[in-house]
């Protein structure tokens, strides 16, 4: 479920080079999960707002899963 925490928790820049920032996540215990278009597990870790984090080298679509306590928001990024 999403809730008003995560409501405008918006991902950037989409599509991306690699780094992507979360807009409006004040938790810095945020959970963040990447899958490959298959559904695949390819990144997961906690979100840094200093660095962001990086979306794996291959270029494609990606769905990115943001989790907070019982939280979550998905986002699709176009990785170039």
């Keep these: 479920s999403e809730s008003e925490q995560l409501v405008n ?3 950037y ?3 991306s080079f690699g780094t992507v920032w979360a807009q409006g996540l004040d938790e810095n215990e945020a959970e963040m ?3 490959d278009i298959d559904g695949k597990l390819v ?5 840094n707002s200093t660095s ?3 979306i794996p080298k ?3 679509v990606y769905l990115v899963r943001i989790r907070v306590n019982e939280a979550e ?8």
């Design 13 to 15: 820049p989409n599509p």
């Design 43 to 47: 990144l997961n870790g906690t979100y």
């Design 9 to 11: 928790v918006k991902l």
């Design 33 to 35: 999960s990447v899958f």
């Design 73 to 80: 928001k998905c986002f699709r990024i176009l990785r170039l």
């Design 58 to 60: 291959a270029p494609g």
């Design 52 to 54: 962001g984090f990086v």
